[in-house]
């Protein structure tokens, strides 16, 4: 079995920084995409940044300028460096990762607990 774990969530003032953490742990042969979502209270979960396995991102419009997405392979670990920070950034984050667990399995999505951005005004 594979699990997310991500850390890194909090209360910010707005133009604070805040960098959050999701480690894969388990039954792991590959890690795929990995990518960040965020929910915000009423609207729907919205996809934040990308990075392929050769660290190509992509990322909202939204946060554009803002925010870093990257990976540490060898630790199956994606992080999510968030500058300038905005109100309506405020949102649970969750991450997200393509895992393997064995040569021979299908590519699944694992999806981490969430964690909690607020950035106040």
């Known amino acids: 079995q594979v699990q997310l774990v991500e850390s890194g969530g909090g209360l910010v003032q707005a133009g604070g920084s805040l960098r959050l953490s999701c480690a894969a742990s388990?039954?792991?042969?590959?890690?795929?995409?990995m990518a960040w979502y965020r929910q915000a209270p009423g609207k729907q979960r919205e996809l934040v940044a990308t990075?392929?396995?050769?660290?190509?991102?992509t990322y909202a419009d939204a946060v554009k300028g803002r925010f870093t997405i990257s990976r540490d392979n060898a630790k199956n670990t994606q992080y999510l460096q968030m500058n300038k920070l905005k109100p309506e950034d405020t949102a649970v984050y969750y991450c997200?990762?393509?895992?393997?667990?064995?040569?021979?399995?299908?590519?699944?999505?694992?999806w981490g607990q969430g964690t909690q951005v607020t950035v106040s005004s």
């Open positions: 997200n990762v393509d895992i393997k667990e064995s040569w021979g399995s299908t590519w699944q999505v694992y």
């Open positions: 388990g039954s792991i042969f590959s890690a795929g995409i």
């Open positions: 990075i392929t396995t050769g660290e190509t991102t």
